[in-house]
């Protein structure tokens, strides 16, 4: 049984779903994570239990024949497909479904990896307010004896101070720089893969048969991990849990191919992950570029 139920109000006025389909649909969209999937006609469809559906969610009803005529009011309304796998209902979601998770303005309701890794960044003060606060911290003692206007009394010997005085500057603020960005380790290879939506479990179990295979957790691996699940629309959690359960090292989508489930095309899919140029500025903005 479910102990929680998140429904996006907007979208399901939006899309004319009444409280009891928002509370199935809720459910439908979650099943990614955790649903046995096949690939039909090119396209990703979830197990979907009508029994399951009936055991998680009880407040919605007890009969299967009821859910089953819920499952059907939705994909009636554009928002999921609906095929029989050996008498078991699997279901699609449709492109317009993806959009659950988003406001009108195309924002993410619930914060993304990618604005968790910006946030963490942002947490270091610019080198600018840095310097300022340090020479705050030494103000010109007070009765000391005002300096001539320089343009009274032009000298040499102050014009090599201050240059030498921009010259110091310039070298504090390439410092601060530079520990701006952090280093990239290979613990942050698995980090950044359970803040984009892997399943815990799943990443170490991968990670256990990358270090057997003695494959290197480098940010380069891990944009080019990341960038093959892009290219053909993969969910990142998906990908994750085929490389643990056939204990690769690596992640190409062609190695699909050979499962039992069917063949996969390069466009297939439904997937809700952010765009792959954001996420690497987001990796290079913390840890710099290799």
């Known amino acids: 049984m479910r102990f929680n139920t998140s429904i996006n109000n907007v979208k399901a006025k939006e899309w004319g779903l009444n409280l009891p389909l928002s509370y199935l649909f809720a459910w439908f969209y979650e099943l990614p994570s955790w649903a046995n999937k096949v690939v039909i006609e090119n396209e990703i469809y979830y197990f979907a239990s009508k029994n399951k559906a009936v055991q998680e969610l009880p407040l919605l ?20 497909k609906i095929k029989k796998v050996d008498d078991k209902d699997y279901i699609c979601l449709t492109k317009k479904a993806m959009g659950w998770n988003y406001s009108s303005d195309n924002s993410e309701l619930n914060p993304t990896p990618r604005k968790q890794i910006r946030t963490t960044s942002e947490l270091n003060p610019t080198p600018r ?31 090599n101070t201050n240059n030498n005085t921009k010259d110091n500057s310039k070298t504090i603020i390439k410092s601060k720089n530079e520990k701006e960005k952090e280093v990239f380790t290979e613990k942050d290879f698995p980090k950044i893969l359970i803040e984009l ?34 290219n053909h629309q993969y ?12 204990s690769w090292s ?15 095309s390069n466009n297939n899919g439904n997937t809700s992950e952010t765009n792959l140029g954001k996420i690497y500025a987001d990796i290079d903005e913390m840890y710099g570029n290799e």
Not at 61 to 80: A, F, V
Not at 133 to 154: A, F, H, I, R, V
Not at 199 to 227: G, P
Not at 250 to 264: A, P, V
Request: net charge positive.
């Open 235 to 246: 969910p990142i959690a998906d990908a994750v849990k085929d490389c643990a359960e056939n």
């Open 61 to 80: 009803t007890e009969k299967k024949d009821t859910m089953y005529r819920y499952y059907k009011q939705i994909e009636k309304l554009g928002l999921i």
């Open 250 to 264: 690596g992640f190409k989508f062609e190695w699909l191919n050979n499962q039992k489930n069917g063949n996969r």
């Open 197 to 230: 939506g892997a399943d815990e479990t799943h990443v170490k179990d991968w990670m256990k048969s990358r270090k057997n295979k003695k494959a290197t957790n480098s940010q380069t691996a891990l944009k080019r991990f990341i960038k093959e699940c892009s």
């Open 129 to 159: 307010k840095q310097i300022r606060t340090t020479s705050d911290l030494n103000p010109t003692p007070l009765g000391n004896k005002s300096d001539p206007p320089s343009d009274l009394n032009p000298t040499y010997n102050n014009t």
